[in-house]
């Protein structure tokens, strides 16, 4: 019982600490699995180290696929694949190391804790997280949510919401950087 009143808790701050933080707030729609990594590279390219993308959705949704454009955008010059097995892959781009993790196999926040997978959130690279939900009550509270939803066979809602003044202004110029692609 006091596990689970202690989530419940969890939830309830990380809630208020959303509803309580100015947020910018981006949806953009992709229409095939091209277009999503594509919209990941840009945000790739506008990264300088120290950023942490959380990244949920249902399987199949795109979450590596995103995160395979975010790599090609940070320079990776090498495949990238989902972790889920060995929860965290390290790439090294032009310029930043690149932490991708994926806690589809975690079942708890004290798993994600035991294990140290915590430490990639707070490092100097850049840090993608899968099924990021389930860390919720871990990562930073200034972060990049990104959150993928089907909208058709290849269709997806792509849900950005930066939170705190740095992320804010990266989803700004990646907001400006799709507009002017799309031109």
């Known amino acids: ?12 701050v990380v809630a208020m600490e959303r509803l309580s933080r100015v ?9 095939s699995p091209q277009e999503t ?6 945000l790739g390219q506008l990264l300088r180290g120290g950023e942490l993308i959380c990244l949920e959705g249902e399987l199949g949704s795109g979450k590596t696929t995103f995160i ?12 990238i ?6 929860l965290v892959n390290e790439y090294r781009g032009k310029n930043l190391t690149f932490y991708h993790v ?13 294990s140290g997978l915590d430490d990639f959130f707070f490092g100097d690279g ?8 389930k ?11 990104i959150t993928l939803k089907h909208e058709g066979q290849s269709r997806r809602l792509i849900s950005m919401e930066a939170i705190g003044p740095g992320y804010e202004a990266l989803l700004s110029s990646l907001e400006g950087e799709v507009a002017r692609r799309r031109r």
Do not use: H, N
Request: with cysteine; charged share 20%.
């Open 1 to 12: 019982m006091l596990p689970i009143l202690a989530r419940i808790i969890m939830d309830l």
């Open 23 to 31: 947020m910018v707030r981006v949806d953009l729609i992709s229409d």
């Open 37 to 42: 990594e594509g919209f990941g590279a840009s």
């Open 68 to 79: 395979q454009g975010l790599g090609r955008g940070l320079g990776v010059d090498r495949p």
């Open 81 to 86: 694949t989902s972790p889920t097995f060995t």
């Open 102 to 114: 994926d806690l589809y196999r975690v079942g708890s926040g004290q798993e994600i804790i035991a």
């Open 126 to 133: 850049v840090c993608a997280i899968e099924w990021a939900e």
């Open 135 to 145: 860390a919720k009550g871990l990562v930073p509270p200034e972060r990049l949510w």
